[in-house]
């Protein structure tokens, strides 16, 4: 009788199997478990054992394994009867590990006993199933796990698959970005958001391009500092607000390049939040609108620019006009319009073509600009005519001397196209306000001044009010006859002496300039100094003054008259003359003349415009051992102070006080002090103009130590004072 061993976790299983074994005559042994199997079987081995899979302690394959491990047990069929592993898998697994029957549960009775049986009968022929070798074994059990493996695997790759298939698409996705974000035309700047400055993260090459600075260059700046350096722009506020609102925002900036040029951006900000909603980055476009921006300029240019000559339009004009006439109302200045009309300009344009008549034009207004300052205004009417409006002049004759600049200036020979001709002009001016207090009549005026310039021969001005014509013409004249006489040694020195107040000893002559005009009157110094100094001929005029005093004194020297100095007046204008001292050094030379003989006067008004600058002259003068004197005092503002300071030799008293102070108190004791305070500051005082005996014994009861004036002698030729020379004794 045949014993089978049943190893199963399950009480039913158990008896539902011994039921049926012993209802065909087996005997049965019973096992819950692989371990309790193996101790009874190694006991007393049974003929067949028939064992679940899925059981706690020790499971079926385990038992299975060690049942064919067993070299008593393994030819023992077994079989494995089953309900969970029921798969054609495990059963190759339960084959190869040495099962001899593989049956699923539960199983049709009279089936199950015939397939135990037919178990039974093989391992009684020999036929068990044995499991393979360990090798084989191992093989088997690496081979099943690597497939488990690689289903695993090839799920998770299948996995992969898509996601690489997604991240290819992404890559993809991101490099044509990228690549959109490198070709792009415009520039694109990513800014990392960080307190206290936003840092540059990104660039790409437009944006290179546009700015001029290199990405390495920009790298962890901050866009504000690089892009709005003009943090006034209405659009950095903008750009600021979308920032903090977290939108975007667009604005046209003024930004300056690596190299300071300027340059204009249509700047569009874009923020990128993260999944909380705080802007992490802010994505920066960058379109450089220069061109257009140049072109919406030059529009607009057109509309106040003459196109042809670059010069002011009508509509700026008015403007302009506008403009300088509220500025001149504030002030004690006075602005004039000149209305140029170019003569015969018809027959340039007739015979020569239009593009010549251009060319002349742009040529003329080129040279009427060259004639202005900054704050003067060049219009173009249109045609031939211009108008100039000058703005902040100090006299409406002021006018005619500009006037004269642009005649001079149009009528140089112009060289265009190969073709040299000469154009002139006819100036009309109007002043504000004598002439006009609105844009309308100013140029009115102005035009019909210009049309008497005409009638009056063509290539000269004329001023709309009458008088003020005859007095620029007499400016004018005086002017160009000034430089004649330069030219033409008109000019001569008249010598005044100044005497001692308490001996009435000579002690010296001062050189008084005089003009000797080819109509034979002897035009007064106030007459012409001014003009000369305003038409800067002046310095020609004061070197020859120095030279011709020098020169006669050298004379006078050579007739044995010497022994008293000789003074020579300097305008202001030659005293800022850096060159003066060398200049003087080199005439004294010539003339061998001990610079002791040579005294210089200044107007205390014209020393005191630059005192620091007079101080460090009048030093130099000093050291070269020529004195100097202020004149006119008590007519300018000195300062105490700076009196002090200032290396002079002489104060002359002017006259106005001098003539005064026999009738008024208060002005013979401002005398009185002036006189102390050149004694205390050791300085000569000279009384200038002494017409009475009133005021010369005045003078002299002051204690001034010189005197001069019409009552001692007046300014005389050189010649006319040789006996006086000659009377004179010096060290008297
Ligand atoms: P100043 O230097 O104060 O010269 C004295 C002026 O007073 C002279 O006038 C002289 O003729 C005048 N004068 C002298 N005594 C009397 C008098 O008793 N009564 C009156 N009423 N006048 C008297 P002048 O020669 O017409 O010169 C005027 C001014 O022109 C000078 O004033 C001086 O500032 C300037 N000046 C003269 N010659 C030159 C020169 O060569 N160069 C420069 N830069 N200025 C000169
Ligand atoms: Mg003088
Ligand atoms: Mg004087």
């Not at 005559?25 to 079987?41: I, M, S």
């Not at 004269?404 to 100036?427: D, N």
């Not at 008109?490 to 001062?510: I, K, M, N, T, W």
Request: glycine content about 6%; proline content about 3%.
């Amino acid at each position: 009788m045949n014993r089978v061993l049943i190893v199963d976790d399950k009480a039913e299983n158990l008896y539902l199997l011994r039921m049926l074994l012993q209802g065909h005559g087996y005997q049965v042994q019973e096992a819950a478990h692989g371990a309790a199997a193996l101790a009874l079987a190694r006991h007393a081995p049974p003929d067949l054992v028939i064992s679940d899979l899925l059981m706690p302690e020790m499971d079926g394959y385990t038992l299975l394994h060690a049942w064919k491990s067993d070299a008593r047990l393994r030819v023992v069929p077994f079989i494995v009867y089953t309900a969970t592993y029921t798969d054609h898998q495990n059963e190759q697994l339960a084959r190869e590990f040495g099962a001899d029957a593989f049956i699923v549960k539960p199983s049709d009775p009279a089936e199950f006993i015939r397939q135990m049986e037919g178990v039974l009968e093989r391992a009684r022929r020999g036929e068990q199933n044995l499991p393979r070798q360990q090798a084989e074994q191992d093989a088997v059990v690496l081979r099943s796990y690597s497939e488990v493996l690689i289903r695993k695997l090839e799920r998770r790759s299948a996995q992969l698959e898509q996601s690489e298939r997604e991240l290819e698409h992404a890559m993809r996705a991101m490099h044509l970005h990228s690549r959109a974000l490198h070709a792009s035309a415009n520039g694109v700047m990513i800014a990392e958001v960080r307190k206290p400055e936003n840092r540059i993260i990104y660039v790409n090459p437009a944006f290179e391009r546009i700015t001029g600075f290199a990405g390495d260059e920009v790298l962890g700046a901050s866009p504000q500092q690089l892009l709005g350096q003009d943090q006034q722009q209405s659009g950095v506020e903008e750009l600021r607000a979308a920032i903090r609102e977290h939108r975007d925002g667009r604005a046209v900036l003024r930004s300056r390049r690596r190299d300071g040029s300027a340059f204009w951006i249509e700047l569009t900000l874009s923020p990128v939040m993260d999944d909380s909603g705080t802007t992490t980055h802010v994505i920066g476009i960058l379109d450089d609108i220069s061109d257009r921006k140049r072109f919406e300029e030059e529009l607009s240019r057109q509309a106040t620019v003459d196109a042809l000559t670059g010069l002011a339009n009508r509509n700026l004009l008015e403007d302009r006009v506008g403009v300088t006439i509220a500025f001149t109302q504030h002030s004690a200045r006075v602005m004039a319009l000149l209305f140029i009309d170019l003569d015969q300009f018809k027959r340039i344009n007739d015979s020569l073509g239009h593009l010549f008549g251009d060319a002349v034009l742009r040529e003329a207004a080129r040279r009427i600009l060259a004639c202005l300052r900054d704050r003067d205004t060049a219009a173009r009417l249109g045609g031939d005519e211009f108008v100039v409006v000058l703005a902040d002049l100090a006299r409406a004759e002021d006018a005619a001397v500009v006037a004269q600049k642009i005649l001079q200036a149009l009528t140089a020979p112009m060289t265009i196209e190969g073709r040299t001709l000469t154009v002139s002009a006819s100036i009309g001016a109007a002043a504000y306000p004598q002439d006009g207090t609105c844009y309308a009549t100013l140029l009115r005026n102005a035009d019909s001044a210009m049309y008497r310039a005409k009638e009056a021969g063509r290539d000269c001005y004329r001023f709309y009010t009458a008088d003020m014509n005859a007095e620029a013409m007499a400016r004018l004249e005086l002017e160009a006859g000034l430089r004649q006489a330069l030219e033409n040694d008109e000019l001569v020195l008249h010598y005044q002496p100044v005497f001692d107040c308490q001996s009435g000893a000579l002690r010296g002559l001062e050189a008084l300039v005089r003009w000797q005009s080819p109509g034979g009157r002897l035009v007064p110094p106030s007459e012409f100094i001014p003009i000369a100094e305003e038409t800067r001929l002046i310095g020609k005029l004061g070197s020859w003054v120095i030279e011709e005093a020098c020169h006669q004194v050298r004379r006078w020297a050579d007739q044995g008259l010497d022994g008293f100095t000789v003074a020579v007046n300097l305008s202001p204008q030659q005293f800022r003359d850096r060159q003066l001292a060398r200049e003087i050094d080199d005439i004294l030379g010539v003339y061998r003349i001990p610079a002791s003989r040579l005294q210089l006067e200044i107007t205390e008004s014209g020393m005191m415009e630059d005192s620091t600058g007079a101080a460090a002259i009048i030093a130099e003068l000093n050291a070269l051992g020529v004195s100097v004197s202020v004149d006119d005092f008590g007519t300018g503002h000195s300062s105490f102070g700076r009196l002090h300071q200032i290396a002079l030799s002489e104060i002359k008293i002017d006259r106005s006080f001098v003539q005064a102070a026999p009738d008024n108190a208060a002005v013979a004791a401002m005398v009185g002090m002036m006189i102390n305070l050149a004694r205390t500051l050791r300085l000569r005082s000279v009384a200038e103009g002494i017409e009475t005996a009133g005021q010369r014994a005045l003078i002299a009861s002051l204690g001034c130590d010189h005197m001069q004036g019409y009552l001692l002698g007046h300014p005389q030729a050189a010649a006319e004072l040789e006996a006086l020379l000659r009377a004179h004794h010096p060290g008297d």
